[in-house]
């Protein structure tokens, strides 16, 4: 009876000590996560393809598929040239294999639009701006 008193007031004891200790974790910026889809693909990267887009009209979009598609863009300096531009964010994860750029370009000749060949890092150039931009992004909301 006395053993068993005694094993009940450790056990108390031992249930309010823990009570009163303090774990204090020092304080570490929090990172924003990678994984932000409130829509079907990771919003960072599905802002961050609209925001390097902007100055082109867009002509589709699906938030839930990924797809952003522009239509032709003329640059008003070169009105002999147009551009067209497709994004598809393959992931909800923010990596650099998540995103694809497709860009196709024509030019003017005897009045028509023909098919030209687009600069080989054309593509890999955008895929980097979004990536950045991407990533900023995450930065910016971990505040």
Known sequence: MIRASRLALGLMLCASLGACAHHHKPRVKAEAPSRLTQIGVNAYLWRASLDT???MSIAQTDSNGGVIVT??????????E????????LDQDLRADAVRV???RQILQNGQWVDAAVQAATDAKLEEVILQKARDLRRNAAG
């Open 53 to 55: 887009l902007s100055f």
């Open 71 to 80: 239509n032709w863009y003329v640059n008003p300096r070169v009105p002999t």
């Open 102 to 104: 497709a860009a196709a």
């Open 82 to 89: 147009r551009m067209k531009v497709s994004v598809t964010i």
